[in-house]
């Protein structure tokens, strides 16, 4: 064995050594308290409160679920929760209501998504040295489970459910925070029309994030959704660096991004939801079933303490806003690339 080999081998050796002592990973369940949903379509809430004068710093999310009674669950970061039940109807699509519960949003205030499952999702690990910093004096006071029991039939039989995430955290500090930036918008499709529906925002803050997985959601109209951060050089040509496009009727979970890019001040976000209407009417965005949604969801670390401020960026959609019309300007626009797979 040659001297270089059995360095690395040492250095490899203790730099192991040195992570595991670098903090040690607990376990936190957040499971729902054995619910029996009545009626197909039902979403179901319940929180937990994260210790407020210390700082936890969540690395991972192992899902205790399983697809045949379960369709997905969604994991909320919240300042204020939607009630303070133990468990509460929270359909956004104007779902089942469970008899007896009350109804709300996840969050009252300070939504944010920090986890997805759905079918066949394995457990999420962060990147190394990269945390969801939760508790202490955070905006996340409070995380909130929510699950969509799409198919009840398992429930006839008298049997409950206890779905949900074990949370992976630590009181060490980690040297990378994670955040969620999501883009959407408003507005309306045509009836029988393919229709785009497009955000962009420009990032003010001066910070560097790195992408590393991303979320779609629709409702049931949407072909492909794609996000994009697009950097103007010095000829005034927009560049657009695809971060990841996904068919929204796939498992909408976060899934790794396409390209490994760093995001920055002035550098625009944008996202499009590639929409198809086979409906004789007009199709809102909105909360049920009826209408629709275009979500474009950015999973990203930085280093320090404090991800964006900027956390949403909404426009007004079709037929107001396009990328190609209104704030901020865009040009070299995708067109294909954006709308295919
Ligand atoms: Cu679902
Ligand atoms: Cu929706």
């Given at each position: 064995?040659?001297?270089?080999a059995?360095?690395g ?9 040195s992570?595991i002592?670098?903090?040690e990973?607990?376990?936190f ?5 054995n619910?029996?949903p ?6 179901l809430?319940t929180p937990i409160r994260?210790?407020?004068?210390t700082?936890h710093?969540i ?8 697809m045949d ?5 969604l ?18 699509m ?10 709300a ?6 939504s944010?998504v920090?986890?997805?499952w ?7 690990d962060?990147?190394?040295g990269?945390a969801?910093?939760?508790?202490g ?6 995380i ?9 039939s398992s ?8 779905s ?5 955290y ?12 999501l883009?959407?918008t408003?507005?309306?499709?045509p009836p ?11 990032i ?15 409702h049931s ?9 697009v950097r103007?050089?010095h ?5 657009w660096?695809l ?11 976060f899934y790794?991004?396409a390209?490994?890019?760093t995001i920055t001040?002035?550098?625009?976000l944008a996202?499009?939801c ?5 409906r004789?009417?007009i199709?809102?965005i909105?909360?049920t079933?009826?209408d629709e949604?275009c ?8 280093e ?8 949403y ?6 037929p107001f806003?396009?990328?190609s ?13 954006a709308?295919?797979?």
């Amino acid at each position: 064995m040659n001297m270089g080999a059995y360095f690395g081998l040492v250095c490899t050796f203790l730099s192991t050594i040195s992570f595991i002592e670098a903090f040690e990973k607990q376990s936190f369940p957040i499971f729902m308290p054995n619910v029996q949903p009545q009626k197909p379509e039902t979403y179901l809430c319940t929180p937990i409160r994260v210790d407020p004068t210390t700082k936890h710093y969540i690395v991972g999310f192992e899902p205790n679920a399983s697809m045949d009674v379960a369709h997905h669950i969604l994991m909320y970061g919240c300042s204020v929760p939607g009630r303070n039940e133990e468990v509460w109807n929270c359909g956004e699509m104007a779902a089942a209501r469970q008899p007896g519960l009350k109804s709300a949003s996840p969050c009252a205030k300070g939504s944010q998504v920090i986890y997805a499952w759905a079918r066949d999702a394995p457990a999420l690990d962060l990147p190394d040295g990269v945390a969801f910093e939760v508790g202490g004096n955070t905006a996340i006071q409070y995380i909130v489970l929510q699950v969509h029991y799409a198919d009840v039939s398992s429930f006839e039989d008298g049997s409950t459910d206890n779905s949900g995430i074990i949370l992976h955290y630590t009181e060490t500090p980690q040297p990378k925070a994670a955040g969620v930036f999501l883009l959407g918008t408003n507005g309306w499709i045509p009836p029988l029309q393919t229709e785009y529906m497009e955000s962009a925002c420009t990032i003010n803050e001066d910070k560097v994030i790195n992408p590393f997985a991303f979320r779609t959601h629709t409702h049931s109209l949407g072909k492909i959704v794609s996000g994009y951060r697009v950097r103007r050089d010095h000829k005034g040509v927009d560049q657009w660096t695809l971060i990841g496009k996904k068919n929204p009727m796939r498992p909408q979970m976060f899934y790794p991004v396409a390209n490994n890019i760093t995001i920055t001040k002035g550098d625009v976000l944008a996202a499009r939801c590639t929409m198809v209407s086979n409906r004789a009417r007009i199709t809102k965005i909105g909360a049920t079933n009826e209408d629709e949604m275009c979500n474009f969801y950015v999973m990203y670390w930085m280093e320090g303490s404090s991800p964006l401020n900027q956390k949403y960026c909404f426009t007004m959609g079709p037929p107001f806003y396009y990328w190609s019309r209104g704030k901020p300007w865009l040009n070299n626009i995708p067109d294909k690339d954006a709308s295919s797979i």
